[in-house]
C-alpha cells in the first residue's frame, strides 16, 4: 500500500536531489535523512520532510493538512534536547498517529543511562558497575567503585563528552571529568567500571518477535599501543581521523565459542526487560577474561545505510529497502488509537 510517510528530523535541511559532486564530509551531517526518504520514495510511498521542529504546532498543522498514514522518527532532539524527543512521541499517540521506532517510555528510560542501568541490575544483567554524580552536589566516589573508571554523560549520546580523558584512574582526574561533564555537556555524570575489551554491537528489530543481526565489531587497527580502546566523539564522527587511526567495523570475527549466543540472549533480554519496540542496537564490551558487559542500550540508532545497524542488517540478507518496509511496518502496527 502506497503510504504518506512524515519524516520528522531536528535539523533544518533541504535535501539534494542527487549526491554526485559532493564528498563524504558535505554528505555526512544528514544522509540517514537522504537515506530514509530516497528509500521511501523508491517504495512508492509519498513523503514529507519536517526539519527544524521546534514547536509542536507545526507537526500538528501537518497532521491535520496532510493526513500521514505514519509518521517516521529520525528526530534526535527537539528544542536542542534529546529528552524531549519522548514528549513528541507523546503527543503523537494523543493524535493517535503511528510512528516508527521506540515508544515513548522505553526511550525515556533507555536514554537515560542511570535509570536504565539500576533498571538492568535489578535483572542481573552484567553492566558495568556504577555510580551517578548529580549536577550541583558534592563529588564523592563510593568507596566500592575501584579505578580505572569511566565517566560520561548520564544522558547524552554519540559519544558526546567521551574522549581518552574520559578514563580516570585517580580522585583528582575523576572530580576534574566529572566537572566537565557538569559544565561543558550540561547533564548529570555516570562513572563506570572500566571494561578493557572488544567492543561489540547487536542490533535488533521486532515489536514482540525479536529478529537479530550478526555481532558486530569496531575495530581499532593502527591506534598506538597504550591508547586506550574506546569509541571517543573523534573516533564516531571524524572521518579523516577514522581513516588514519584504522578504525572499521564489520561483522566480528573468531569470538571465542558461545559469544555470540550470550550476546544475542542477553539483548533479546534486554530489549524486554526495558519495554522496547521497533528496532534498537546493544553496545557491549567482551573483556580479555570472556566476561561479558552490556554497555548500554540504544532504541532509534543511527538508520544512515553504511551504518552498523543498516550494514548488519545487509549481512543476513535484509538489504536496506527491506529494512526500511520493515521499520515502517513495525511502526504501523503499533502507536494505533
Ligand atoms: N565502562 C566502559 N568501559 C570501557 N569503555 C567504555 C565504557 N563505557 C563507555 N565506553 C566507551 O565509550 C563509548 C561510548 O559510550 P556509551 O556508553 O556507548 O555512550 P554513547 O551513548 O555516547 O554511545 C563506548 O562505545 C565505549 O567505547
Ligand atoms: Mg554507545
Redesign the pocket.
Known sequence: MKLRVLVLTHQKIELPTSLKGLSEKEIAPWKTEYHVVNTLKQLKHETKLLGDVDEVAAIRTTLFDWKPHITFNLLEEFRGEGIYVPYVLGYLQLMRQPFTGCHPTGLQVADD?ALAKKLLRYHRIPA?D?AVFPRGRTIRRPRRLSFP??V??ST???????AQA??VTNDEKLTERVQFIHEQIGTDALA??????R?LYLGVIGNQRLQTFPVWE?RFEKLADGK??????R??WNLEYQKKHGIKTGAAKDLPDGVADRIVKLSKRVYRILGLTGYARM?F?LAEDGKL?L??P?PNPDLARDEDFAESAKAVGMGYDRLIAKILKLGLKTNRG
Open positions: 543511562k558495568p556504577f573508571l569511566f560520561k554523560s547524552e549520546h554519540g559519544s558526546a563528552g567521551i574520559s578514563l563506570e567500571e572500566y571494561i578493557e575489551g567492543e569496531m586506550p580502546r574506546i569509541a571517543t566523539e573516533i564516531k553496545d564490551r558487559f554497555l548500554e540504544n
